[in-house]
């Protein structure tokens, strides 16, 4: 007989959570401009805006805080987080940083050049910001498969295109090229995992032109779990021993550690270069405290060490993953058009099929991300017109992103499968219905484009 596999581990403490009346939430809609990220949380049921920095921490994570030393000069608590990530990625040199988005801007500085490219699959948005501040131009060479919402299954969408990456180098000399970045899993087009092969074929390809190439790795451990369900010859490896080799094709790793490590606030940059890791203090010093420390208090070092280690733990990440495929499949049997096959850290419902009627130029995900607040309190998060869509320099016509898509997050050890029950029956009337929904107008942006959907504010039309 087969038995079902529940949560690995017992809930004993729990926060309590207001419902709102559809008149309530209609007003604070009007009153964020229709930006999920204006609103309150506090007003919000389920909130699947970000998996980051929203995880549960565990008994054990509570109990190494009380450990945690004075955050400065040589604190321990920074010893046990060092040797964690050292274990994990097998790099022997570690900077803390207070979140992920830090040591984005410290391995920005150091890799991305002005007038020059950066590769990447897709890039995070942090990153691309940062990227594009310094005038650097960063592409996304995600493999074709991977910018189609309609291709059912391909087990690696996160992987980077070799051809493009090639040919760019053809056309426009290797001394062109900064650096390559290696997103994992790939954020933007659905959590899609990236193959150990595509990495290492890319490390190659970099390696013959003296490519620096970096890992964005917020959810290694994550892709690890992919690596090995899905790529002949993981089977058997540890996801330890699955993380390490894939850091072994790469001189750094940049961790927004609020993903799997587990932890509300911290990040990192990891390195086998020791001038890339000596610049990195000085810059930490500058902007994020001493190197020991990184803007992290002790007690935020220690809950990090432990979470690292947890994110690892197979049983963990079989519910992990299975969590978000039991959404996405509840979403199937609704007829809600997703991204496939699903991804490890949410579900991404496909815009542009969900609202065929909706022009980009009118955001559809957005729209859809309000449709979802004002009929049950769900929060998602839009990854699509308005987080990557952009202007071309020399004309001023707006670009429209390939994919269209909300991001349904789900936060790690929060939320019960009653909870996506929820979503699942929220948009699948909303899809029934889909046909009386009209678009947005975007009346506010940023002066920053890849950063204007944090701020944005938008009209009904």
Not at 8 to 24: D, G, L, S
Not at 149 to 164: M, Q, R
Not at 332 to 347: A, N, Q
Request: glycine share 10%; proline share 4%.
């Amino acid at each position: 007989m087969k038995y079902m596999t529940a949560e690995p581990f017992r809930i004993k403490v729990v926060e309590h959570i207001k419902k709102t009346t559809k008149a309530e939430r209609q007003k604070n809609l009007e009153e964020a401009g229709y930006n999920a990220f204006r609103l309150k949380a506090d007003d919000v049921y389920v909130d699947c805006i970000t998996d980051s920095g929203t995880s549960a921490m565990s008994a054990n994570q509570w109990s190494a805080m009380m450990l945690g030393d004075e955050s400065y000069a040589g604190c321990r608590s920074f010893y046990k987080f060092e040797e964690s990530v050292q274990d994990i990625f097998g790099m022997p040199y570690v900077q803390p940083t207070h979140q992920g988005r830090a040591a984005d801007y410290i391995m920005t500085q150091m890799y991305a050049k002005k007038g020059k490219y950066a590769i990447g699959n897709m890039h995070f948005d942090t990153f691309r910001g940062n990227a594009e501040m310094l005038g650097a131009l960063p592409l996304d060479y995600a493999i074709d498969e991977g910018l189609d919402a309609n291709d059912e299954y391909h087990p690696f969408k996160g992987n980077v295109d070799l051809k493009k990456m090639q040919s760019l180098i053809d056309e426009h000399g290797a001394e062109q090229v900064s650096v390559v970045i290696i997103t994992v899993t790939c954020n933007n087009n659905g959590g899609q995992p990236v193959s150990m092969q595509n990495i290492r074929e890319v490390s190659e390809l970099a390696g013959k032109y003296n490519i620096p190439v970096i890992l964005d790795s917020a959810r290694i451990s994550e892709n690890a779990y992919f690596i090995k369900l899905r790529e002949p010859g993981y089977a058997d490896k540890s996801i330890k021993e699955i993380t390490r080799e894939m850091c072994s094709y790469c001189e750094t790793a940049t961790m927004s550690a609020k993903k799997d490590g587990l932890v509300n606030i911290g990040g990192f940059l990891a390195t086998r270069r020791k001038d890339i890791y000596e610049t990195a203090n000085q810059m930490a010093i500058v902007h994020e405290g001493f190197i020991t420390y990184g803007g992290l208090a002790g007690r935020d070092m220690e809950a990090l060490a432990v979470g690292l280690q947890e994110g690892c733990e197979e049983h963990y990440l079989e519910y992990r993953i299975n969590q978000a495929q039991y959404l996405g499949a509840g979403l199937k049997e609704r007829g809600v058009p997703i991204i496939e096959p699903i991804g490890g850290h949410g579900v991404y419902v496909d815009g542009k099929r969900f609202f065929p009627h909706i022009p980009q130029g009118e955001f559809p995900s957005q729209r859809l991300v309000v449709a979802l607040y004002e009929a049950a309190g769900v929060r998602a998060v839009e990854l699509g017109a308005c987080a990557f869509g952009r202007k071309d320099p020399d004309t001023g016509e707006p670009i429209w992103p390939d994919l269209e898509c909300m991001r349904i997050s789900i936060s790690r050890r929060v939320y019960t499968n009653n909870h996506l029950d929820v979503i699942i029956a929220a948009l699948g009337d909303i899809y029934e219905d889909r046909d009386s929904y009209r678009g947005l107008k975007l009346v506010y942006e940023g002066p920053i484009t890849s950063l204007r959907h944090f701020t944005a504010g938008f009209e009904l039309l």
